[in-house]
């Protein structure tokens, strides 16, 4: 028998992303702090992401139209942790959601991914959500937020190195 807390610290040392998924379900805002997240065809574009069941976006996910994929920057780091539900502070960080294809798009984000969705599978615990990309946005030389371990990480002199030798 596979140990959860085993299970969950071993797939933890695959380092991630991070993103805020969002989405609009009559006119209220729903956003989760997401890292199984992945690009999933080419052809159609699409890509997924994994929502446990029991959270409140698991609950609620057959009822959006479409969802955004706001792939978080290395500053963004409260953000991943405010989305997470696990913010202590009494006021949250500062943010702001622009309206897009697919779901609200944070602003300032490294990149952001705009999808209808196309389907929702079975997958244990959690939902499979597989989305159709609608709209895509990028900024420029944004370093991202990584996990890994159980904790966050960075990039640091590595990223910024690789833009210089890359050109990017």
């Not at 609009?24 to 199984?36: E, F, K, P, Q, W």
Request: glycine letters at 12%; charged letters at 15%; proline letters at 6%.
């Amino acid at each position: 028998m596979i140990d959860p807390r085993t299970f969950r610290q071993t797939v933890g040392e695959f380092a991630t992303g991070i993103t805020v998924v969002t989405t609009l379900i009559d006119g209220t805002i729903r956003a989760m702090t997401v890292n199984s997240f992945t690009g999933l065809s080419l052809h159609p574009p699409m890509v997924l992401f994994c929502v446990g069941k029991a959270t409140k976006t698991g609950q609620i996910i057959h009822a959006a139209p479409g969802f955004a994929v706001n792939i978080l920057r290395q500053e963004q780091q409260e953000l991943s942790t405010y989305f997470a539900g696990g913010w202590t502070r009494p006021t949250p960080p500062p943010f702001t959601f622009l309206e897009w294809e697919g779901g609200p798009r944070l602003d300032g984000c490294a990149a952001a991914i705009g999808c209808e969705i196309d389907a929702i599978h079975e997958g244990g615990d959690h939902w499979i959500v597989t989305g159709r990309v609608l709209a895509m946005h990028r900024l420029a030389c944004a370093a991202p937020l990584i996990f890994h371990s159980g904790r966050y990480a960075n990039l640091g002199a590595t990223f910024e190195a690789e833009i210089l030798v890359s050109g990017f």
